[in-house]
């Protein structure tokens, strides 16, 4: 294991804090995870060298694919913006890695709490702008509803899979009902769904009991109604108009078009409002990205881009069954956290958000720092 040159206290305080930060505030998010970028500068390169493995291989590979195919973008000028809106995505994976490495099961389990803490506040927030009448749909002050939902969609596996002994009792549960309103009002149909899903999973696999089941459905259910009555305006919107599909009917045809134009390196990062060659049939006329992340990895950074996008996907995977062995607050709550943003990524996505890469950084890490520890014991 690495160890830090810094009294990690310190370092739990400063990553705990910056879990709660993901869509309260995104210039603090960003402040925060400097400065841990910072501290990991700091740190001895032959301790940082103890952190490196497939996962760093990985995302490594995807950063020098995503810098050649801005070399030979169609449309330099805007892909030239990811060396600044896509680098505190390697920076904080690099730094993460390292601390989760260097943490014991009881310093992470700290920091899960903080951003157990995050996710519920974060609900609450968007829940009371939706019933204040002050969104249409739940989000968060400084992000997005698409942002907000796969956000909540990530928190909730993480509450549903804990081990008993970490949030005991009614608080638990509590926090539970109160990420499903959140994701409900903020009405992300797919999302929803793969939150039901992990609800169903977390019963057959005994996380929660038969009880918790039922109360966490009446009441996050009966919540959600009284919040729609009191708002109803895009529920009514989506009721009179249920087979919407947000566009992504058009964004379909345009790929269609599209894509054997440039397939192997794409037509460079950024670039959906350049090449996209229907904008003009979008009633949302804000629509500035694929909402699919295996559309959007293509068409910026072609097959190679997305066979890395693959391979990350498929580590994941394939370290399942050891995520499973080792009986701590990571497992099996940060894996389906992380396949729950996988699966959200075929009518969203992750992978080029600002926001939602970080916290699919912060999930990878902690994921990896547990299978690490798995493979250390069985070494």
């Not at 330099?76 to 896509?86: L, Q, V």
């Not at 497992?331 to 916290?359: D, E, H, K, R, W």
Request: net charge positive; hydrophobic share 50%.
């Amino acid at each position: 294991m690495p160890e830090s040159r810094f009294n990690l206290k310190y370092i739990i305080l400063l990553i705990g804090i910056s879990s709660c930060t993901f869509v309260i505030s995104l210039f603090l998010m960003q402040i925060l995870f400097a400065l841990i970028f910072i501290c990991w500068i700091i740190e001895k390169n032959i301790e940082k060298r103890k952190a490196f493995d497939r996962f760093t291989f990985a995302i490594i590979l995807w950063g020098i694919i995503r810098i050649i195919t801005v070399i030979f973008s169609q449309y330099p000028r805007e892909s030239i913006r990811i060396f600044y809106k896509e680098a505190l995505f390697y920076t904080s994976f690099l730094s993460l890695q390292f601390y989760f490495k260097s943490m014991t099961k009881e310093q992470i389990t700290t920091i899960i709490k903080y951003f157990i803490v995050g996710g519920v506040l974060s609900s609450l927030s968007g829940i009371a702008l939706f019933n204040f009448h002050l969104v249409d749909r739940a989000q968060s002050f400084s992000s997005s509803y698409t942002v907000f939902s796969s956000y909540l969609l990530i928190v909730l596996p993480v509450l549903l899979f804990l081990p008993p002994d970490v949030l005991k009792g009614n608080g638990r549960i509590a926090s539970i009902i109160l990420v499903i309103i959140g994701l409900i009002t903020s009405l992300g149909r797919s999302n929803i769904l793969i939150a039901s899903l992990l609800v169903i999973l977390s019963l057959f696999m005994k996380r929660i009991t038969l009880l918790n089941f039922v109360t966490i459905i009446i009441i996050a259910g009966l919540l959600s109604y009284l919040s729609f009555e009191n708002n109803k305006k895009e529920l009514t919107n989506r009721m009179t108009n249920p087979g919407t599909l947000s566009d992504r009917d058009i964004i379909w045809k345009g790929a269609a078009d599209l894509m054997f134009v440039h397939p192997l390196l794409g037509f460079g990062p950024r670039t959906f409002q350049q090449i996209f060659p229907y904008k003009d049939e979008f009633n949302d006329k804000g629509v500035a990205g694929w909402h699919n992340d295996f559309l959007q990895v293509y068409f910026e950074s072609g097959i190679p881009g997305l066979i890395i996008f693959l391979f990350i996907i498929s580590l994941i995977i394939y370290n399942m069954k050891i995520s499973f062995i080792l009986k701590d607050v990571c497992n099996p709550g940060i894996f389906f956290s992380l396949i729950a943003l996988i699966l959200s990524a075929f009518t969203a996505g992750f992978i080029t958000s600002v926001v939602l890469s970080i916290v699919f950084v912060f999930l990878l890490t902690l994921y990896d720092s547990s299978v690490h520890k798995v493979k250390i014991i069985n070494t």
